[in-house]
């Protein structure tokens, strides 16, 4: 079974930083890509960022250059950076693995608030 357990959200000012982290557990050979996503009130759930097995990284158009994905193979964790917060970043941040098998998995969220 695979685990996923978010933490690291709460409120900043515009402008500031955040950083989320991942925890995984369970089948963590079996993971081709970890990622975030996030959904804000009355939007749908969008992609955020990923990270593949491999090292390769994607990012959404709106966070690119402002967000930083990355990985702790040892401690099983996926990071992101959140740097240059806005109020349109706000959001509930969920983090995603998706197995070799196409099994998707998700976290229970981290809510991510931008409020002066």
């Known amino acids: 079974q695979v685990q996923l357990v978010e933490s690291g959200g709460g409120l900043v000012q515009p402008g500031g930083s955040l950083r989320l982290s991942c925890a995984a557990s369970?089948?963590?050979?079996?993971?081709?890509?970890m990622g975030w996503y996030r959904q804000a009130p009355g939007k749908q759930r969008e992609s955020v960022a990923s990270?593949?097995?491999?090292?390769?990284?994607n990012y959404a158009d709106s966070v690119k250059g402002r967000f930083t994905i990355s990985g702790d193979n040892a401690k099983n964790t996926v990071f992101l950076q959140m740097n240059s917060l806005k109020a349109e970043d706000t959001a509930v941040y969920y983090c995603?693995?998706?197995?070799?098998?196409?099994?998707?998995?998700w976290g229970q969220g981290t809510q991510v608030t931008v409020s002066s």
């Open positions: 990270l593949t097995s491999s090292g390769r990284t």
């Open positions: 995603n693995a998706v197995l070799y098998s196409a099994e998707v998995h």
């Open positions: 369970g089948r963590i050979s079996s993971f081709y890509a």
